[in-house]
Every structure is written in C-alpha cells, then in structure tokens.
C-alpha cells in the first residue's frame, strides 16, 4: 500500500490515501489508521516504523526514550529527536529492558501504563531486547494493547530455544546434530555451573576434537552464546553468559542450551509471515558474513534469482558452477517448505525468522525469532505481497480489490489490526537480488570502539536506501550537520545500507558504490566501512555467489592483517627516491618527479587503510600476472591509476573540496596520457598492453608512423610509464602474505588457507589491525573508550591489586563497550604499582586513558628501538631490489 | 632505446596553432586577458606541485570550498610583478552573506609578505570594516619576504594596525594553514576566531632559530603545534584538515553577526519553547540522588544541550580548560552564548585557564550583540600557590571585569553551588544581570560547608569544652569521645546545609528573582530571552575604554 522508498519501489504501488479509501472498497476495512502505536525500542528500526507510520496516516504514534538517548552523554541525543515535532509523544523511561528480572518486569508495567496515560492503543518494540519477552507480548495483550509483532503463544512455542527444537521435529523439521541439553530454571548459579561442567564432559567424550555452544534460551543476535572447547571453561562462561543476559539474581531465567558448534557452516534464515492460519516464506537470507556472531552483510537468496544464475551458469558451460547453483536451489526449496511448516505449527501471526545453518548439501534449523529483524529490508527490496479480495477472480487493483505491500513493518500493523480478515497473499518478486551492510561503530579489526563524533557524512547517493537513525538528518532549522557522539550506551550499529539490482553482482557493484561515494568526518571516529568497502570488492572479484561460510571473515580478517605486517613498514618517499636515483639524465629524472603527487597521494591513501587496500588488490588483480616472482603489467598502468582514483572517490570534481580530489594537474597528466595511449592504441591496432609495449620496443614503427613520429612515441611512452612500476609495491607486499591464496573455486566454494584459522595468527590480526593506544612502558591504559570494571563481578574480587604481580595473557580490568564486556589481558609482565580508577564498578573511561601504574619486568630498551629502524631500513631496500 | 629522451608530450595529439592578434585593439585585448590570468597562473606548476605534495590546497582551491560562487578578486595585479603580490584578496558570499576574505599564495613567494601586499591587507579591513562585513583569514605564509627588507616589517605594522581598527566593529575567522611564524601568527591572533588544523605550525619563531638562539631541541609540534596552541587559548578550534577548517569557519559564522551594528542570525526554530526539558529533571534526580548526593559531578554539557533548539550548539575552545563550557546555541531562534561552570571537569573550580576563556568569549558576546546565559555550579575560584603564582587575581579579575562590562540581555541560572567570590563576580544583580533565577538544587552561601566554622563559633566552642569536660571525667575512652564530637560536627555540617546551602536567603534578598522547575528551564529561559532581545538597542558597544582587557 504504502511505499517508502522510492527507489524500492518499482512495482506499482497503490496510495494509501486515494483508491483504497474508497468507500465500500475491499482494500479499505484494512485501514489502520486508527493505531496509536508506541514504539519501545531504538536502533535504525525506530526511525523506519516512524515513516511507515507517517506513510500509513498514523501521526499519533510516540515514541519512548531511555536516560541513554538523551541524558548521559552530550552530543548524542536520540537523532530521531529531529524528526519529531510534537513532544508531548516523546515519553521517558530509565532504559528498555531493566537490569533483571524484576526490574524487567516493573518496566513492562511502566510502559503499560504510559501507554494508557497517553491513550497509545499498540505497542511497537522493533528488534529490542523486550520483542521477544513473553511477559511483555503477554502482559500488552492482557492489557487490551495491541501487540504490533507475533503473540505471546507464538513467542512461548517458537521463541523459546528448547520448545522451538520439540515443535521442530514433530514438524519434521531438520535440527542441529548433537545433544541438548537444559539446565533446571530454579538452579543457583553454581549448581548451572557444575551441571554444565558434567555435561560438557559427557558431550566431548562422546564428540571429541569439537567444540559445544552455549547459548542463553533469551540470548539472540550474538549476545548470551559463546563456544568451549573444555570441560573446565564451564563455568567461567556461564558466568559470562549470565552476566551478559543480567541474569544472575536469584528467579533470573538461567536456561542454557549446550549443542555441538557447527564449525564450518554458513548461516541462513528464512523470512516467514503469517496470520496464524496461513504462512508465506518471503525467500532467505545469507547472513553468513558475521564475525563474534555479529552479522556485518546480509543478501537475499530467492528461487527466481538462483535460478536465473542456474541458467547463466549452464549456458557459460560452468559445470560446478551450475551443480553448485542446483544445490543452493534445492536446500532453499526445502528450508522454505520447512519454515512454512513450522510457522503454521506455531500459528505464527505476523512475522519472524526461521533461522537454519547450512553445512555442504545439507540445513539444520537452529531457532525461530519471533520479531521483525535487523535485517528484513533485504526481504523487503525482493519480494512484495499482493492481497486480493478472494471473492473475485478478475480484480481490478484500481477499484480497490487488491492491494500490494511493500513494507514489512506495514505488513506487522496490518496482522496487528486485522489478522483474521486478510486472505493468504501472494509474493511478487520486486528486485532479484538485495544486500544490506551494517555500519558499525568498530576498529579495522571490527571491535567495538566508542566515544568517536561524526561531524559530517555525505548525502546519499541515488538509490542508496540508509537507515540511519536519522544520524545524518540536518538540523531542521539551520540545515546543517549535527554533531553526533557515538557513546557505546547501546550495540555498535549506526546505520544500515541497502542496494538492490538485477542481479546479485549488480546489488554489490550498487552497495560498493554507495560506499565509495561516502565520506563520513569525524573525531576519533571508526567505523566498519572501509572493511565493507574491502569484502565487497573482494566478493565482486572472486564470485558474488561464493558460499562463505561463518569462518570467513575471520579468515579474511587474518590475511588484511597479513597485509597490513607486510605494508607497515613500507617508505614509499625512499622508494620514490629510489627510483629517480636511478637515472642520472635530468629528462628522465623530470619525468618521474612530475608524477610525485599523482602516484604517491593514492598509494599513500591505500597503505594507510588496510581495508581499503584489500580492496583495492580485488580490484586491480587483473592489471598483473606473476611470472615467477616478476610482476608483469597485464593493463596499462595509467589506466589502473585512473580505476585507483575512482576507487578512492578522488576522481576530478569541481564540487569536491580539491584535498579531496585528484589534484588538477594530476588530472592534467592523467589526461594527456590517457589520450596518448587511445591515439597510439587507434594508429598500432595494438590494445593488449603487453604486446604494444613489445612493439614500442621494436625500431620498426608497428602502423602508420613516421620513423620520427615513432621515435616520439616511443619516448612519450617511456615518459609516461617513468616511476608508475612503484604501484606494483602493492602487488609485492599482497603476494609476500599470499594474498590471493584466499580464494573462490570453480564449485563456489572459498578455500580458506588453514594459516589463516591458526588461532595464534588470530589473535595477532587484533594487534595489527588496531593497534593499542601507544603508552610508556609504566602504564596501563585503556584499549578503548567504554565503561570500565575491575572486577568480573561485583561480588568477585578485582583481578589485580597494587603490589600483584602479573604475566602476558592475565586478565586485567573489563571494558564495556557498545554493551559487551571485554576481558583485558596483560600484553607484557611486571608488577601492579597503583590502580588509578577509584570506582572499581563502571567508570566511564576514555581510550588511552591511565588505569593502572606498573613495573614492568622488562623494561623496554632503546636498542630495540634502534633495531626497528635498522629492521625498516633494511626491508625497504630489499622491498626496492624487488621493484625494479 | 635508451638513447631516448622521455618526454610528457602526446606527440599524436593535433598540434593547436594560437592565432596571433589581428589588430592592435585585439592586441590589447589578448595583453590584458593574459594580466588578468596572471593572479591564477603565476606560480610555476612546480611550485603548486610542491604545496600539494605537503597536502595543502592552494588560495584558489581554499576559496572554492568556502564558496562555490566566483570571488571577486581586489587589486588582482598588484605588486611589481603584476601577480597579485602572493596575497589574495577577494569579497566572497557564503549563505548569501558577504564575506571579506584573504589568503596568502603560498605557491608565489612562499606567500611571504612586503610592503605592498601589507598595504593589500590593510585596504581588505579597511573595507570589511566600512562595509561592516565579517573577515575570513586563510594564513599560509613564510613570514616577511627578506629581500624587501624593512617594507615586509612595515607592510606588517600596516596590517595590523588595519585589522585592530576593525576588531570590535566586525568579527574575524582565522585559519591557520601550513607554517606561520612571527607577524604571521600576530595578525591572525588580532581576529576574533583562530582554527588550526592537524599537521601545521604556527609561533614567533620556528624550531632552527629557537635552537640556535636558546640550545632548544624541539619539533615544530611541540613548538607550535595544535597540542600546545589549544591548551594556551591561542587556537580556539583543532581541526583535522584545511577543510574542516573553513568548514568550521562556515559553521561559526552561522552563530556570529556580520558587525557589532547587527544581531547574530536569526533562525526561526520548530523546535517549540513549550517543550519540557524533562531530560533535565531526570538527570540531577539521578546525579543528586546517587550516593555522594549533592557533591556529585555532571556534565553541564548535558543542559545546555536540552535547552537549545533540537539540541544543537557549538562550543568556544572545546579542548581547553573544560571546567568551564563556552558556547553558541539558539534558543527560540535567537543566538546566545553559554558561559557554564562543568562540575564535570575539576568540579567546576574557575583556575586561570577557565576565567580567561570566560573572559574572552564573554567580551566577544558583548561587543557583537549577543545575549547571554550563565550557568553557575562552582565552589569557586581554585586556590593555590600555583594559581597565584600564576596569577588568578589578574585572570579572575578579567572575567569579572567582562561580566560587569556586559550590555546585551544577561542572565543567570544557579543550578547548584554559588558561593563566596564566585558567585560574587558572576553575573549576579549587582554585577548587571537582567534576571536571574535558579533551580531548587541551588546553593548559595557566603561559604560551602567549611563556613560552618565561621557561622557555628560558638557550637563548636561548646563542644570542645564538653568534650575536654567528659575527657577529665573518665567515664568514657578518648575513642568515644572523639566518636561523639564527630558526630556533633556532623550534625552542625547538617544544620549549616540545611540553613545556609538553599536558596531562601538569596530569594529573601531579592538576589534571585525566582526558582524555576527544571523542566520549565527552556520556557522560562526562552521567553525571558525573548522580551529582553524585544527591548534590546543593539548598537555598538559604547563605553567609556577601561583600563584593563
């Protein structure tokens, strides 16, 4: 009915407010304008149920803010604020969830009756932490609200993590290989802990070599798990578990399911929407691209698509490819099937996600979430839903006899309002291929980083469909940016990316454009929007259908760490250097130096962002071959800078400050250069790069030239390509780490070198992607902004006093950030000299900032300081001999 | 083939013949278009390779990301060589105001001053200052070119002599780009505003003549740079390039007039005045209700932000001395500087640093007609050998002396602690303040809890003697007895704050006008705002020169 963005929308589209309200029409008893909701939750889905609202007639909607939006850190208000002009719909609450059960329970009936204070008649909770709380779904219900998501009954059956498995098989749904296992609910913490050391024993005995999951039956989107590989960690993580899940008071729920982890699995989940009596798959998702099992790229995965690869594949003659394709295809039939079964099962009354692992040809179905998900755009951009009065065959959209729906959260208010009246609908597919990435608040090796501002990010490009919280919304009076601090009160995630197109390849080359054209600026800003930059030119080079599985990022991760050892200690100004030493004529020196700015800006760029230079290599891959360890140019240099200058948004642009841009002059040459090679490639009939610049070498002009017109062009092509062999600097250091070991097969498979999942390696990829805030050897500092805690728990004592004496890889402190609690380790032995931070319990603390003095028990020594130079120096020659 | 010049010509393009002028009028037509080209092309491609390869933008591409229309170039070929004397000057529009701006061209010169590019400078304020138009700096230059010998020295004298005249008459904005020394960070410093971007310096002198002169071993950052400039006041705004500079400099003007004739911009705001600011009721409910109650520190940031219209504000040196927070916000449309006490940083304590960027930005408000709120959560003045050393009386003193100095509509909200001098010399009724009102949090005395001393003499007396008495009675051990004369203290310390740390005496004298709800700060203080801005001359600052700045 409503469509909310316009570039979605390419179906026809039917106006909420003109045939539908139409009287008498069919299409009409479906009006919901009559909802008051209120909406309890925050993240990019708040903004987004506002525009639906506003789409749908519904202006009487409020919206609940806690301390966290709007009073504990300056500059980071809810950005949705902006949107709102009425404040009497903006109401107040200490937080969402509460810290435990009770508190949980106490603010269910705060809101409940905030919601009859101010007449709000339903309740929107989003993909908060309370959408899938039974005791909320139940007490709104209870209370005469309208719950906008599934009821409670389905919540009960499918939501809750052993219930889901019982219905699952009774369904004859396939579930996870292994053994479950549920811990009795009134157990203290230590008898959860012992029962789960007996049982993590009997289930490693039984599977040995693997590893158990733990996973809170409330957990979901990566908070409440985490992965044992012995008995004796038990208990350590359930602590962790429960701590995490502020579940630790005495009636607190401590059910923890144990199952065998699946180790190279990919992770995909279908779209299910139901009215309790029928049920409609909207195709899945992939969402294997995660890493500490937090979703970064998600992309739809749907019959028409797959199968229109299936074709291509076969008319290409791709055998593995097409086998491949077929197998993807008949896993999706089959995931769908059972996600319809299962929804009807449970009588599913608006919509969820049937979650299923996939492991070779076969699925597994792991849980039901019983909520609208972060990710459900990506279903919304492929399929529509077509209504249709069941009582004529030849309708006629106009006189209101059907109608189509293109939100997903309309599609929740509808249910809410009129389950029992809407007929089963019909998909349409709208686009074939649909991917979201999630920008986050993380460090290049996507850990949590908090505190940064934004202080500008550019509009959206056409097509670019960002849910932003409303982050980049103007100030409504002046129209300029605010500032927006990202405090870490909540997860990571700032903002959402959508792009869509014809076809998988086209929806990523779509998202890497978005991302190439934003710029966000900011103060001790990160984000994770160079590594989608990277992933995504890498899955554009290799194939946008590589089955990743939930290992690759890691991996992916480890090799732009490699990259990044190999590209640290580059000099790229002694190499520069280098290259005009070489030549003594002052021509041949001119040459080289006038190509100073051109060639080292872009390079300077690549090797200050490791992600981007990723990349960068996926991208340029085709401009070299190895013979041996010579690197030969495939494509004309001059012509890779230009793809490099457009790579990193700096193409010539009068709108575009000119730091930000390819210098003008830069521009000038690139130019001249640019057309000399087209005339030259006209003349000599020659455009393969190799075979030109073997013809040039010849004294016989190859064409229609004058011996002198020859000569000339054979010193502009020698001046032309003067100095550019320092590009391949790049491809020496990506071939040095094996780079392009990491790759797709023929089947579609990714190999994953196993150097990449060596767990030391994986550890090291943290200190060379983010390095830690530089500190005298007397200090201990903090890795990140966040809250810091000296304890694991308040009743625990800290882990170190002054005069302690600790090793390498003992815990430190605990930093919350962005709501997860990270252990610190010692990186270094010594003694504990004084613990700065008073407040042992929840200090707010600031990257680098002191909290521990120390003695080091070994000092570090200024001889090895020397050495590192020393070290540099020696590496850059030999990287130089290489070069030339 | 190695016999082969390389060259960086398209020997294939189509050679361009340049026809040569017909008749001698079209001579002087192609003479004067290559004259009025010059300014843009004079420096050697080598020259503006150079200021790139160091990551800087020439004046030219400077100007175009503070506006996208055309300058309008002054004198463009002044100086004997016709090229614009390596400064440009140039009337610009930024959001449909006029702007005077100039900008040294590195790229000619080393953008080096002499005589006649000082008189340049001079003409450009003279102009902004008739025009009553404000002034954008974009300093690149090498200081004073040698071979001009005095006339570099005089062309300094002149512009600064120019850019004084005009300070207090229009407001100036200026960039630090690259490596100003000498007069070259004097004439910024004159303007009202200094940015300085990541990677540049600026000082008397640079790190070689400091280290022959003195033996100094030191960098030019740590000479100079933004680390050094934010903490002495210097800088006022560290940005991380040239263009987040003059985008700042955008920014900032939005908030300041075009001269001290004219109020700062208005802009009429959807954001109601009705609005409750209950962010602020919940947040001193939980700061004041946390265990160490009312002596615990919060960010004052956070009221600021609920009072402003949708939350926006821009604050005055941001990186220095954070106990007390200086900034630009509107409320109901009207802009208006902050001045508030952070208890959040120091507890809020007024030290040196704190008092002369009060000063600074308070004089700024008052000359360019600007309305003030002042925010007051301080126990005082810092105290100390240190500061006196340093000389906190003279800092102090000059902010006091700009609060009494202030014409524009002043008002002042006491959110918690107003004590002693502080609250004495801040913007209180006698000081000149149009209104002052506080929330119930308010706590104002002559001292905080030490005054019990002075106010209980005779309690206290009482004690001792009681417990000397009790002492030589025996009954009880020296434990005990100091256990009980602790416990009488504390319960003076109670009876102090309940009597003296209130509002009531303040409101008894009429030194409050009234005590304001927290969630009615933005009405009460919007409306206040309002009438007074209604009934406000704005004119220039009229008063007898003082004796001190």
């Known amino acids: ?884 | 083939m190695n016999s082969l010049t390389p060259t960086l010509d398209n020997p294939l393009a189509e050679k361009k013949s340049e026809a040569t002028p017909a008749t001698p009028y079209d001579q002087a037509l192609a003479d004067a278009h290559v004259l009025m080209e010059r300014p843009y092309v004079a420096a050697s491609i080598q020259n503006i390779e150079r200021q790139h390869q160091k990551n800087r933008m020439t004046v030219w591409e400077r100007l175009r990301v503070l506006s996208k229309q055309k300058p309008t170039v002054l004198y463009q070929n002044w100086g004997p060589n016709l090229d614009g004397a390596s400064i440009v000057t140039a009337i610009i529009t930024i959001n449909g105001r006029d702007v005077a701006v100039y900008g040294h061209d590195f790229t000619l010169r080393a953008g080096a001053m002499d005589a006649t590019n000082g008189r340049k400078l001079a003409e450009l304020f003279r102009l902004a200052g008739e025009r009553k138009i404000p002034v954008i700096g974009m300093n690149d230059s090498a200081g004073a070119y040698v071979p001009a010998g005095v006339g570099g020295l005089d062309g300094y004298a002149e512009a600064f002599s120019a850019l004084r005249k005009i300070s207090g008459v229009v407001p100036s904005i200026m960039c630090m780009f690259g490596f100003n020394a000498g007069g070259g960070s004097y004439l910024p410093r004159q303007g009202s505003f200094l940015i300085q971007p990541k990677n540049t310096f600026f000082g008397l002198t640079g790190p070689g003549v400091v280290k022959s002169v003195l033996g100094e071993d030191v960098s030019a950052d740590e000479l100079g740079g933004p680390a050094v400039h934010s903490q002495s006041g210097v800088a006022d705004y560290i940005v991380e390039d040239e263009v987040s500079a003059l985008r700042t400099a955008i920014n900032l003007l939005n908030y300041i007039p075009n001269n001290n004739n004219c109020v700062a911009p208005y802009q009429a705001t959807s954001d109601s005045l009705d609005r409750k600011t209950l962010d602020i009721d919940i947040l001193l409910r939980k700061v004041f209700n946390s265990p160490a109650g009312f002596n615990t520190p919060f960010d004052v940031g956070l009221i600021v932000q609920n009072i402003c219209d949708h939350g926006d504000y821009f604050e005055f040196q941001p990186s220095r001395a954070r106990n007390t927070l200086c900034a630009f916000g509107r409320l109901g449309g009207h802009v208006v500087g902050f001045c508030a006490n952070n208890s959040a940083v120091a507890s809020g304590q007024i030290d040196i640093d704190a008092a002369y960027k009060n000063a600074r930005f308070i004089r700024f408000c008052n000359l360019y007609n600007i309305p003030m709120i002042f925010m007051e959560d301080t126990t005082g003045f810092l105290p100390g050998k240190d500061q006196e050393t340093l000389g906190i009386v003279q800092a102090g003193r000059a902010m006091l002396d700009a609060i009494i100095d202030l014409r524009t509509p002043r008002f002042l909200l006491i959110i918690r602690n107003a004590f002693g001098g502080a609250y004495a010399s801040f913007n209180n009724y006698n000081t000149g303040a149009d209104f002052v009102l506080a929330l119930p949090s308010a706590r104002i005395a002559v001292m905080g809890p030490a005054g019990k001393t002075f106010v209980y003499k005779d309690e206290l007396k009482a004690i001792q003697a009681e417990a000397k008495r009790r002492s030589q009675l025996g009954d009880e051990t020296p434990i005990q007895i100091d256990a009980w004369v602790q416990a009488q203290e504390q319960l003076l310390n109670k009876r102090y704050e309940q009597e003296f740390m209130n509002p009531k005496e303040a409101l008894s004298l009429g030194s409050i006008s009234q005590l304001v709800m927290p969630a009615d700060l933005r009405k009460v203080l919007g409306e206040q705002l309002d009438f007074y801005m209604r009934h406000y001359q704005v004119g220039p600052f009229e008063s007898v020169q003082r004796e001190f700045h």
Request: charged share 25%; with cysteine.
């Open chain 1, 1 to 884: 009915m409503i469509s909310l963005s316009s570039q979605l929308s390419r179906h026809r589209k039917i106006p909420r407010n003109t045939p539908i309200r139409e009287k008498n029409s069919w299409a009409n008893q479906f009006d919901c304008s009559h909802l008051r909701p209120l909406i309890i939750c925050r993240g990019p889905v708040r903004k987004e149920a506002m525009e639906v609202f506003s789409a749908m007639g519904i202006t009487e909607y409020g919206i609940l803010l806690s301390e966290k939006d709007s009073m504990i850190y300056s500059r980071a208000l809810a950005p949705e604020l902006k949107l709102i002009r009425d404040p009497k719909h903006i109401h107040r609450v200490t937080d969402y969830s509460g810290a435990n059960q009770a508190e949980r329970q106490q603010r269910i009936e705060e809101i409940i009756q905030l919601a009859k204070t101010h007449h709000y008649n339903a309740i929107f909770a989003g993909y908060g932490f309370m959408a899938e709380e039974e005791a909320l779904v139940s007490a709104i219900e209870a209370a005469g609200l309208f719950f906008i998501g599934p009821s409670a009954h389905v919540v009960r059956s499918a939501g809750r993590k052993d219930q889901a498995k019982i219905i699952a098989r009774s369904s004859d749904v396939s579930v996870t290989p292994g053994i479950e296992l549920v811990l009795p609910q009134s157990a203290s913490v230590d008898e959860v802990c012992q029962q789960a050391v007996v049982q993590a024993k009997k289930l490693l005995t039984e599977f040995p070599g693997r590893r158990i999951r733990l996973k809170h039956t409330g957990g979901g989107g990566g908070k409440g798990q985490r992965i044992l590989t012995a008995p004796e960690q038990a208990p350590g993580l359930v602590r962790e578990i429960l701590n995490e899940m502020k579940c630790l008071g005495p009636d607190d729920n401590k059910n923890i399911v144990m199952e065998l982890n699946c180790e190279t699995t990919r992770h995909q989940e279908i779209q299910l929407i139901g009215n309790g009596d029928w049920c409609v798959s909207l195709g899945a998702r992939d969402c294997s691209a995660q890493r500490h099992e937090q979703k970064l790229l998600e992309v739809s995965q749907t019959q028409e698509d797959l199968v229109s690869a299936l074709v291509g594949a076969e008319q290409l003659g791709l055998k593995e490819q097409a086998a491949a394709l077929l197998q993807e295809q008949l896993i999706l039939t089959r995931m769908e099937e059972e996600a319809m079964r299962f929804g009807q099962a449970v009588e599913l009354n608006s919509v969820s996600t049937f979650e299923c692992i996939v492991d070779g040809d076969r699925h597994y179905f792991m849980e039901m979430n019983t909520r609208i998900q972060v990710e459900h755009r990506v279903s919304e951009g492929v399929y529509a839903l077509l209504f249709t009065n069941p009582q004529f065959s030849d309708v006629d959209s106009d006189a209101g006899d059907s109608f189509v729906v293109e939100s997903l959260i309309e599609m929740m208010l509808l249910l809410a309002c009129h389950a029992d009246r809407l007929p089963k609908p019909q998909r349409i597919p709208r686009f074939k291929s649909c991917v979201e990435a999630r920008i986050n608040a993380t460090n290049d090796a996507l850990q949590p980083h908090a505190g940064g501002v934004i202080t500008d990010w550019s509009d959206p490009i056409e097509g670019e469909l960002r849910d932003d919280q409303g982050i980049s919304a103007k100030n409504p009076d002046t129209d300029l940016f605010m500032k927006y601090t990202l405090a870490g009160a909540y997860d990571s995630n700032m903002a959402l990316l959508v792009a869509h197109g014809e076809d998988r390849s086209k929806a990523y080359g779509q998202l890497a454009e978005i991302l190439r054209c934003t710029r966000m600026d900011g103060d001790d800003l990160k984000t994770n929007a160079d590594f989608h930059y990277g992933l995504i030119h890498w899955l554009l080079a290799h194939h946008t259908r590589s089955k990743l599985t939930t290992q690759f990022v890691g991996a992916y991760l480890t090799q732009v760490a490699l990259l990044k050892r190999e590209t640290d200690q580059v000099d790229l100004a002694y190499l520069f250097n280098g290259l005009i030493k070489q030549h003594q004529q002052s021509e041949w020196i001119k040459v080289i130096e006038e190509k100073q700015t051109l060639t080292l800006r872009p390079l300077e760029k690549l090797l200050s962002a490791p992600h981007v230079l990723s990349g960068w290599l996926s991208m340029a891959k085709s401009y070299v071959e190895w013979h041996g360890d010579k690197i030969i140019w495939q494509k004309n240099p001059i012509a890779l800078l230009r793809d490099t200058y457009y790579f990193l948004n700096m193409e010539y642009s009068i709108d575009m400050p000119a730091a930000y841009s390819i210098w003008w002059h830069d521009e000038a040459l690139l130019q001249k250069a640019e057309s000399f090679y087209a005339l030259l490639e006209e003349k000599t009939g020659i455009s393969a790069f190799e075979l030109l610049e073997k013809s040039l070498m010849q004294q016989q002009p190859t064409g229609d030239f004058s011996q002198d017109l020859w000569q000339q062009a054979q010193a502009a092509h020698q001046g032309f390509q003067a100095g550019l062999d320092l590009l391949k600097v790049l491809f020496i250091a990506a071939h040095r780490c094996d780079f392009y070991q990491l790759a797709t097969q023929k089947n579609l498979e990714v190999t994953i070198p196993p150097r990449l999942l060596d767990p030391a390696l994986q550890k090291e990829v943290q200190a060379l992607l983010a390095p830690p805030p530089p500190a005298s050897d007397h200090e201990i500092v903090a890795v990140s902004g966040g809250m810091f805690y000296a304890q694991e728990t308040p009743e625990s004592p800290p882990f170190v006093k002054p005069g302690d004496h600790f090793n390498v890889g003992d815990p430190l402190y605990i930093i919350e950030v962005m709501k997860m609690f990270n252990k610190v380790t010692a990186t270094f032995s010594g003694r504990i000299n004084e613990c700065v931070i008073e407040n042992t319990q929840g200090e707010i603390v600031k990257q680098g900032q002191v909290l521990f003095s120390v003695i080091p028990d070994h000092p570090v020594d200024l001889d090895s300081l020397r050495q590192q130079r020393e070290n540099k120096k020696l590496f850059n020659q030999a990287l130089f001999r290489e070069l030339i």
